[in-house]
């Protein structure tokens, strides 16, 4: 059963919040909201001409899934902002190779693409389609099926529309436009140099054109751009101005930065939360080799030891290498490397596979079948687009990576983790690079060139990802990191602008940057620089606890006692401390609730504010909701039932509460059944509204009781106990970049920490003390990496966790203000001071300035002492 990583459930819900709130708002705003949320420095909206449609990016480097969320992404778009039970979907891809490969993903049973679209709408009620088959689509099929169409933006990105199909006139589109009127300015006309191929007359001449452009444009589509980043240019944006979509969303690991065509990027994941997810191996052992056999000798001693490895653990993969060989202009052609591998190595024949222009000896082979007996890949630029294979753990090249267009490919092919489960052996969940360099600090900076601008990654966290493979060995039997300390190993070779070589180990001071960077100019300086750069953000990355293999104390987690044994207190406990909860101990009712139609508005009040769209962009609009439709409340409420229903709401306590509601609504409120059904999506979203806050209420009581009136049943176990892992911390970007350099913080990032906020002088605080052993920016509602403790509604997600030399942890909750008496930070005192006082840990809920004027610094020396 596939199932959604943590990462990827955060993305699609930042989506979803962002495209509820813009069809209820204007999109800059929702788009200024959504980066707050996130705590991210508000960057502008660019509508790039498209008014108030929403057009927006998510950025995940490779690896990240990009696909699978696409396809979750059609659901998602569909309530929050289409409020379309079956929308026009156009799915552009940047190749006619992943356009096959997409289709015949979308359209297999039983895919993870597929079945989200399945789940979503059924299997009777989809329909996806070849770009090239849209004349199957009938009349019938809209409305009453989700239509996924799967193209290239090169299908529809022309000037002159009257050489491409997808523009052209088509007598099957003909009952699509039936009733349209022939002055509707969004679609094309038939013009002169459509009468001779499709068999009109001059009597054609301006009426509309029956194309699936026009369709298209008629029926406003989702349109999903698959790493469209490299098109994102004026024709681009006319393209699809052409076909007015209702929303765009962009999928890509590298979107456009340019001024003038940068990509909204709604939400950036990381790396190291791929990681976390074990979507990616990582780190990247990275060994330099000053000749080409020599690479390509350890690259299959590599790839043996790991085999091995893999045998001796049980473990169902078969590591493959990938060589990347010069063209037939270079030294080491693909015929050379095949050559020394099978007579100076002794590989088989059967074993290598060529994949070039003119060879393909890996079509119809699946690598996966264990009896496969392919270990090594030799290509020259890219395999073929889409290739996939998580096997691939060894990449070795034996050109020049930093010129190498395709370099950022191969290794993308290496990072991907088999089954996206870690593997026993360590040494299996990390990748394998041999590279031809003079020095190491040189080729990782051409890797890191690579990883940055093809691949999605951030610079500041290649350095704990981008290590020396020669620093240990690769194959140690120790958990990750090493446990021995790195930083005396790691060392960096210098070729001075004189031909002579300085090796130099720790961080590199001013002087001897100076005398390295001596001599160079332009463009070779700035390469130089760069190689000086990343030598001191290994060192730094190196320097953190985590890394030198520093344990951090285990906390322990709050239980609760229930019969005679502590079990896990979790927000859910608190529904049921007095014999569980029920919707209909709640008045039926949405106070907050209000439909007003006049003229061409709509409006729609919900909880939180006054919210308008509109229904009709020409003439005046009468007032539907006073026309009755041909069903009754029962089928409204059914379907109600399908988009609210809730794991802890028995459906028919459910049912019976959609019913008395619906009546409340229409006898009681007075609004009419159309009204209702006109705006159901929204409707559906008010309702889950008051669902949450009816929830929250009931658990409200139990928190009360046990937190406040009666805690003798709270108490730890050692069963249930928070440990932070030294190789895990998901991380989103911004990381902080700020001077002042942290010392004691666990691991080598640090998310989310401006050095102009409050936040950042309570953990300069905790770095400064000298009673503090290391701390760590603790991260909200990341699987399986943050310390949470329970509240009446969700987590609670304290700002630091701490550990003293004492063995003391410490967990800090940062309040800005004096907030004794608000709600939110008295539940967050109370749950923090109840964990304290069964685990023996300390909890301190820090203020710029408490009530006796101390600061941060002076309030945690309280508390220690």
Known sequence: MFELKNYQ?????????????????????????????????PLPYLHHSFAQVPYVCLRLPTGGGKTVLASYAVGIAKRAYLEQDYPIVLWLVPTNTIREQTLEALQKPGHPYRAALEDEFGVDRLMVLDIGDVTRIRKQDIGNKAIIVVGTLATLRVEDTSGRKVYAYHEDFEPHFAGISPHDARLEKVSEADLKPNGLTAANLGKIKYSFANLLALKQPLVIMD?????????TFDTLKRIHPACVLELTATPDTSRESASNVLHHVSASQLKAANMIKLPIMLTEHHEWDGAVRDAVLTRKQLAQEAVKSGDSVRPIALFQAENKSGEVTFEVLKTFLIEQLGIAAPQIAIVTGNQRELDGIDLFNPACPIEYIITVEALKEGWDCSFAYVFCSVKDVKSSKDAEQLLGRVLRMPYAQRRQHEALNRAYAHLVSPNFAKAAAALTDKMVQSMGFDPLELPQHLQHGNQYSLFDNTEYPSSRPAIAEEFSEFILNNGEQLAVTGLIDEPTATLILQGFTGKQKAEVQQQVEQHNLRVKAQLAPAMRGEVFAPLPLLCVREENQLRLLEPESYLYTKGGWSLLDFPVELPQFEIRESGRVFEVFLQGGHVSYKLAEQGETPNLNLIELDIDDTVLVRWLDREVRQADVSPSEMIRWLVQLVGHLTKVRGFSLTALVRSKFLLARAIKDRIAFCRHKAAERGFQHWLFEDSSLLGVSETYQYTFKPDVYPARVPFYRGKYAFTKHYYPVIEDLSSSGEEFECAQALDQHPQVKHWIRNLVNREAASFRLPLARGYFYPDFIAELHDGRTVVVEYKGEYLQTADDAREKAAVGQQWAQQSGGLFLLALAKDAQGKNIYQQLNQLFH
Do not use: G, S, Y
Not at 14 to 30: D, G, K, Q, T, Y
Not at 227 to 235: P, S
């Open 227 to 235: 790493e469209a980043h490299n098109a994102r240019t004026k024709l």
């Open 9 to 41: 459930n955060e993305t699609l819900q930042i989506l979803r919040e962002f495209l509820e709130e813009a069809r209820l708002m204007p999109v800059e705003e929702a788009f200024t909201r959504a980066q707050q949320r996130q705590n991210r420095q």
